[in-house]
């Protein structure tokens, strides 16, 4: 216990700074590619910091554990949205552009609807039980690619000439610090979400409470450091921008992806509160975003809420 306690704390020291580094870099890649920092967080910023979710899951896939593949997804998307927005709004107001409103965010409800159908089979059928198979897998990556196609329309069309003048660092560098620092944010997690499953496990916690909080919330870690390092250098976009990716990327690829590959999975251990807060998650981002394109402390204080009422229920059940 002594020892994974350590290694749980060494995790979180190498995830901080991973994420310190990670922003600083990818703000300055995005300047020299003169693209919009919007458009980083979407792309490599989202999809570094779910690299861990796409490791357990495959991990997790392979040794037949479902309810670890798809708690993590749900917890983590869930976290993501009403944990990780919820506290970076209490640091300061959160500015979400106009583009982002109508058009990523509404891919997060959209996706985060397709995966609540394919949940729940007995919606359609009483006799079937709930499972993700791997036609499910390939409709979701289907889903994904489009949602590629599109950040690729806007790489095409968006350019910001003004961006290369204030660089922080050189392409060189920028590319060093962007991938020093999503490799220190993946061994940060790895140690942060093994030291804490292990021991989760020894105190006699089940796989699917694991996955929903332990799991869920170890490998949203990289969002929330990132996160937070971003609105306290006020590069919002990024921080906008790795949230929406994320979710995007967890469904897309985290789920999708080794569903296609190594076949259906059970989806009995999960009922319609954890998924119905999934959507209800997307749909007060969209909400509250659409009202003055702003998440404001008390916007932030309700989705806090909301999470402490679903994880209540979550912990008690």
Not at 95 to 110: Q, R, S, W
Request: hydrophobic share 55%; net charge neutral.
């Amino acid at each position: 216990m002594l020892w994974q306690t350590i290694l749980l704390i060494v995790g979180f020291v190498i995830l901080i700074k991973g994420a310190d580094i990670f922003v600083d870099g990818a703000s300055s890649l995005a300047q020299n590619f003169k693209l919009s920092k919007m458009l980083i967080g979407l792309t490599i910023v989202a999809f570094g910091t779910s690299a861990p979710e796409f490791a357990v899951s495959v991990k997790s896939i392979i040794s037949n554990n479902a309810d670890m593949v798809l708690g993590n997804v749900v917890g983590s998307n869930i976290l993501n949205i009403l944990l990780i927005i919820g506290i970076c709004s209490l640091i300061k107001p959160i500015v979400v552009k106009n583009n982002t409103i109508k058009k990523e965010i509404p891919i997060v409800i959209m996706i985060s609807t397709l995966l609540f159908f394919l949940m729940k089979d007995n919606l359609f059928d009483t006799n079937v039980a709930n499972m993700i198979t791997r036609n499910d897998g390939f409709i979701i990556l289907l889903f994904f690619m489009i949602f590629i196609y599109y950040l690729i329309s806007i790489m095409r069309n968006k350019k910001d000439e003004e961006a290369l003048e204030n660089a922080k660092f050189g392409m060189s560098k920028s590319i060093i610090f962007t991938i020093l620092g999503i490799v220190c944010i993946i061994i940060g997690s790895n140690f942060v979400v093994d030291s804490a499953s292990n021991i989760a496990v020894s105190l006699g916690v089940s796989q699917k409470m694991i996955a929903l909080t332990i799991v869920a919330f170890g490998t949203s870690l990289p969002e929330l450091v990132t996160s937070i390092v971003s609105i306290k250098k006020g590069e919002q976009e990024i921080l906008v921008g790795n949230i929406v990716g994320s979710n995007v990327f967890n469904i897309g690829m985290v789920l999708g992806l080794p569903v296609a590959l190594f076949g259906g999975i059970p989806a009995v251990g999960f009922n319609n509160l954890d998924l119905i807060v999934l959507l209800l998650s997307a749909l007060l981002l969209f909400v509250f975003s659409f009202k003055d394109h702003k998440i404001k402390k008390m916007e932030g204080i309700i989705m806090l809420v909301v999470f402490a009422i679903y994880y209540s229920f979550v912990i008690i059940g």
